[in-house]
Antibody, heavy 118, light 110 residues
Framework: QITLKESGPTLVKPTQTLTLTCSFS??????????VGWIRQPPGKALEWLAL??????RYSPSLRRRLTITKDTSKNQVVLTMTNMDPVDTATYHC???????????WGQGTLVTVSS | QSVLTQPPSVSGAPGQRVTISCTGS?????????VHWYQQLPGTAPKLLIY???IRPSGVPDRFSGSNSGTSASLAISGLQAEDEADYYC??????????FGTGTKVTVL
């Protein structure tokens, strides 16, 4: 059974760095082809693709690349996303999801709402 | 704003067929990149509905179908049901923007 779950702060202040952790089970990132991605959704708005990590590759949204870092810990089955210089416009539900071997996502975490406010 | 444009809303009566367009360009769908579709029920995470243009994951009813033509893609829902009322998103790859989602479409069952 494949599961993913996001964890991290629910509230961050402007200019702070956000660190989110995706804990997953049922698959391994040491397997070639599978990846874990991060997608966010501001309240009432559309989905936005952020980053994706495979066992041997990392990809970032060009518009957010300078602020994002994605890493993995295969021993813990975790993927961590950091986003620097947070702004109120970054308020959103952040999801992690499994990319089974393409750029689509077939299993999603429930998401975690992050609010950026002073 | 996304490089993939969808109509904000579509509606239909139960049993009808509705289609949702996903309009791109030669930098994404027109370049041959695959299109995927998701359904998002209120308050829940997106669910994969169609991948690689027309393939349905196990458990997705065959009422849902995907197709591509030129720089656009479409999701068709036939035999519309009340449970289909949700937001729908397309996703593809863009040579300038990377992986992108569409603007989203709200389907209302009348």
């Amino acid at each position: 059974q494949i599961t993913l779950k996001e964890s991290g702060p629910t509230l961050v202040k402007p200019t702070q760095t956000l660190t989110l952790t995706c804990s997953f089970s049922g698959f391994s990132l040491s397997t070639s082809g599978e990846g874990v991605g991060w997608i966010r959704q501001p309240p009432g708005k559309a989905l936005e693709w952020l980053a994706l990590i495979y066992w041997d590759d990392k990809r970032y949204s060009p518009s957010l690349r300078r602020r994002l870092t994605i890493t993995k810990d295969t021993s813990k089955n975790q993927v961590v996303l950091t986003m620097t210089n947070m702004d109120p416009v970054d308020t959103a539900t952040y999801h992690c999801a499994l990319a089974p071997g393409g750029d689509y996502f077939d299993y999603w975490g429930q998401g975690t709402l992050v609010t950026v406010s002073s | 704003q996304s490089v993939l444009t969808q109509p904000p809303s579509v509606s239909g009566a139960p049993g009808q067929r509705v289609t949702i367009s996903c309009t791109g360009s030669r930098a994404n769908i027109g370049a041959g990149y695959d299109v995927h579709w998701y359904q998002q029920l209120p308050g829940t995470a997106p669910k994969l509905l169609i991948y690689t243009n027309y393939i349905r994951p196990s458990g997705v009813p065959d009422r849902f179908s995907g197709s591509n033509s030129g720089t656009s893609a479409s999701l068709a829902i036939s035999g519309l049901q009340a449970e289909d009322e949700a937001d729908y998103y397309c996703q593809s790859y863009d040579s300038l923007s990377g992986s992108v989602f569409g603007t989203g479409t709200k389907v209302t069952v009348l």
